[in-house]
C-alpha cells in the first residue's frame, strides 16, 4: 500500500501544479492535453479523432465531445481528407498553437524540476518499472 499511496499522492501534487501552469492562460488539463497531442504530432494534414482516442485512451465518444468544445472555443478546427472526404483531421488553430506554445515550456520545466532528485540511472530505472506496472493493469 505505500507504493500505491505514494504514486496516488504524487498524481494530486502533479496534477495541481498542472493547474497552476495553465489556469492563468485559461485552459484545463484536458485541453492541454488534446492541443498538446495535436501540437507534437507536427502534421499538417490534422490529427484524427481515432489517433487522439488513442493517445488519450478515451472512447470517441468522449473525443468528440472534447473536440466539439475546442471547435467551440476556436483553438481547433476540422478538415475533411483530401483522399477521402470522409476522413477528418484536426488541426490546431493559429489561437490555439499560440496557446499551447505559451505554456509548454513552462510544463516541461516543470515536469523536468520534478525529477531532478533523480539520477539519470535513477530515472530510467523509474520508467522502466512504471511501465510495468502500467502493462500489469492494461493502461500501457
Same mark, same amino acid.
Given at each position: 500500500? %505505500?507504493?500505491?499511496l505514494r504514486v496516488v499522492l504524487l498524481s494530486g501534487v502533479l496534477f495541481d501544479r498542472l493547474k497552476a501552469i495553465l489556469g492563468p492562460v485559461g485552459l484545463a488539463p484536458w485541453e492541454y492535453d488534446v492541443l498538446s497531442a495535436i501540437r507534437r504530432a507536427g502534421n499538417p494534414s490534422g490529427v484524427t479523432p481515432k489517433?487522439?482516442?488513442?493517445? @488519450?485512451?478515451l472512447t470517441s465518444? %468522449?473525443?468528440?465531445?472534447?473536440i466539439d468544445r475546442l471547435v467551440? #472555443?476556436?483553438?481547433? #478546427? #476540422?478538415?475533411?481528407?483530401?483522399?477521402?472526404?470522409?476522413?477528418?483531421?484536426?488541426l490546431l488553430t493559429a489561437r490555439g498553437r499560440a496557446l499551447v506554445d505559451r505554456v509548454i515550456g513552462d510544463r516541461m #520545466?516543470? %515536469?523536468? @524540476?520534478c525529477l531532478t532528485p533523480l539520477r539519470k540511472k535513477e530515472? %530510467?530505472?523509474?520508467?522502466r518499472l512504471l511501465r510495468i506496472v502500467s502493462r500489469g493493469i492494461g493502461e500501457d
Open positions: 500500500m %505505500a507504493v500505491v489517433e487522439l482516442c488513442r493517445s @488519450a485512451q465518444g %468522449a473525443m468528440t465531445h472534447r467551440a #472555443r476556436g483553438l481547433v #478546427r #476540422r478538415q475533411a481528407g483530401r483522399a477521402d472526404r470522409r476522413s477528418v483531421g484536426v #520545466r516543470d %515536469a523536468i @524540476a530515472l %530510467a530505472e523509474l520508467t
